[in-house]
């Protein structure tokens, strides 16, 4: 059925993969006596056809505030409002009901006069809303345009309404659809309609003056055939979950069921939530093993639980003695996901009565633990690079057992299994007795052995959930951004940790540039970090690249940052000055080869490092033509990370490795003149190239001055991302 609006011309039902929006009324704009409180729409069409359809009605008034809406007697629920001085555009919307017609009634807190109403019908949407867009008192402006985007999913609408103060000419919408243009005259305007694209949407209507203006705009996400096993899940929160999380949920279900993953799973927990009720859940079987949080681990929404170390851990509840569910003896996994690279040696996943069944990921630095229904109970240990991912252990037979590190085998052997189960709780960050870690665990589950492939594509969809909640700090997702070949989620955890570790230690704002050469590819290595897309480094003379160890010089090769301090210096200054860097290589001997700088026209001023000079020191300068700052003593090798910092303009002190090895009084002169800072050599003359080193070099930065714990700070930092990388 064709449906006509107020201007006469026919409406047919949009429809986007099989959610529909069907614009059923716009009856002429009210004018109610001022100071009406009330004001009442008699018998308008809506003919939905089923309590699961969306009626949506779209109001503007010249009210402040909208109360309440009623249709048919029933309240609607707000999705979205904005009100400016003299206009107020909302959208409301109801379910669970059906009706053919029906009166609306608008009630405001304050007196109406103008109220304009359209009604409309959406089916095959979830009947939660998505986050609203809006734009309150636009003056004068052409286009009117939303202040941020809605985001609009694939098969999805948003809904659009504006209120205008003045009535004017007829609105032009730049994108989007109209479906309704109501005016009294001059004196009020009502313009309403949809938009089907997805991704981000801004509204934008232009063609009169919409003076005092206001628009609302709200999405609405189609009804996918979610699995009644996520439903069950989001069911159990408190906090209902958002249409995309609903998604993402859905889609990680059904991935594991496509995989045979998830009929052989006993306990399944996302810690990486929204909030900490959330987290807990047993996605395989709401209400049932719920875990529970002791002592108080630290959660981070959308990351997980992080132990303390000494007493916090989480409880599962679930003992597979008891539980009598797919685990058994020679038929079994546990798994968790670490979104950390803990320090401490101990089990972050595991039980509390014995070490039949564990895993410790980081024992010694250099092997991982781990144990599976094992009657030997101290476990199997084994060479591995501690990172942050998923970590799997299972048993396929009575004499055959393997460990996963994200989706491939690192461990496989014949030990036998154990006589029985450990009848005792699955536990998160707590092993037996003391046995307590500091990591942070965003997911576990137990149940049933699983093959290779079952663990690869187990991984797959861990990780497509993780990549979709992951708090990312915006700085991270910057530099991700850059990257030509996207970073792996793991290069994406151990990005981020170094940026919010330099960001909490306050070291991240006086940073001008930073580069961590030790990256997987070339192009990545050259991103500056402090600020993706300017001062990109490039490379002169082909130093050589190696993926995750950083950039070689040859004699004649070197690095050119871009970034001239004299003139782009943003934290840089005179009297606050840092410069440092990691060189990888053993260098034994004494040499002139710089780590990098610059030095002004002439014989100076210098803004540089020498790690190991010819004197057998660490040598560094900032702003000064009155030489180089020297370590106290001698220092063994170029090898590890070298900082010169200049905190006043008597007061320069070089570190290695975290710590002070020597200071002056030497007084600051100038920052070098028109010259770009190079690593792996000093730039002078305009640009050329000397003190050219052969060293490695793995990460570098210049900026404000640093003082000593934020040298500390930035060391422990850096160290921490070579260290996930195999660079140190």
Known sequence: MLLTGAGGFAFAPAVATGATWTPTAGPAINNEAFGSFDSTFSSLAVNNASTSDVVVIC???????????????????????????????????????????ANVVVSAAAGLQFVGCTVGVLTGVDPTPGPAAVKAFGFNADPQVTT??????????????????????????????????????????????????????????????????????????????YTS?????????????????????????????????WSKLDVLYMFAAADSQAAKINWKDPGTFDATAVNSPTFTADAGFTGNGTNS???????????????????????????????????FVGFTADYKTFIAPNVGGTNTQYAITDNAQGGINIANAIAATQYTATRTASNACNLYKGGSSINATSTAVTA????????????????????????????????????????????????????????????????????????????????????????????????????????????????????????????????????????????????????????????????????RNNRTSGATDALGGARGGGAEPFLGLQAKNASDKLAGAANTAGGFTLSTSTVGSAQ????????????????????????????????????NIFVLAMSRDAGSAFLLSGDQVSSFFVGGGLTAGEVSDYYDAELAYLQTVGAA
């Open 229 to 261: 096993e996520a439903e069950a899940i989001w069911a159990e929160f408190d906090t209902p979950p958002s249409w995309e999380r609903r998604g993402v949920i859905n889609d990680a279900v059904v991935a594991l069921m496509d995989a045979g993953v």
């Open 420 to 583: 029985s189960l450990t009848n005792s709780n699955m536990s998160i960050c707590r092993g037996p007795a003391g046995d307590f870690s500091s990591a942070r665990v965003s997911a576990a589950s137990a149940g049933a052995a699983l093959t290779a492939g079952e663990v690869s594509d187990y991984y797959d969809a861990m990780l497509a959930y993780m990549e979709a909640v992951y708090p990312f700090e915006p700085e991270s997702l910057a530099i991700f951004d850059e990257f030509t070949t996207p970073p792996t989620f793991e290069r994406k955890l151990a990005i981020n940790t170094c940026v919010a570790a330099l960001i909490d230690a306050g070291v991240w704002d006086k940073l001008d540039v930073l580069y961590m050469f030790a990256a997987a590819d070339s192009q990545a290595a050259l991103i500056n970090w402090k600020s993706p897309g300017s001062f990109t480094a490039t490379a002169a003379n082909s130093p050589t690249f190696t993926a995750d160890r950083g950039f070689t010089g040859n004699g004649s090769a070197y690095l050119d940052t871009g970034y001239a301090p004299n003139t782009e210096a943003i934290n840089l200054s005179l009297n606050s000055a840092s410069l440092g860097g990691y060189t």
């Open 640 to 675: 590890g990370s070298s900082v010169v910092s200049r905190t006043a303009s008597n007061l320069t002190t070089v570190y290695r490795d975290g710590a002070s090895v020597g200071s002056d009084a030497t007084a600051s002169t100038a920052i070098p003149p028109g010259e």
């Open 59 to 101: 109001i503007s008034t010249s009210a402040r505030h909208i109360t309440g809406v009623t249709i048919g007697g029933d309240a609607m629920t707000l999705a979205a409002e904005s009100s400016s001085s003299t206009a107020a555009a909302s959208i409301w919307y109801i379910t669970g009901e059906i009706y053919t017609t």
């Open 313 to 347: 851990y989480v409880d599962t509840n679930f003992n597979p003695v008891s539980a009598s569910g797919q685990m058994a003896a020679a038929d079994a996994h546990i798994m968790a996901f670490l979104t950390t690279t803990p320090a401490d040696v101990k089990v």
């Open 148 to 225: 941020t985007a809605a985001t609009i999913p694939d098969g999805g609408f948003a809904i659009v309404v504006l209120a205008s103060g003045a009535g004017g000419s007829d609105p032009v919408w730049n994108n989007g659809t109209e479906n309704y243009d109501l005016n009294s005259g001059s004196d009020w305007r009502h313009t309403s309609g949809y938009d089907d694209t997805p991704g981000a949407f801004t509204a934008s209507i232009s063609g009169f003056s919409f003076a005092g203006s206001a628009i609302a705009v709200v999405p609405w996400a189609p009804l996918d055939a």
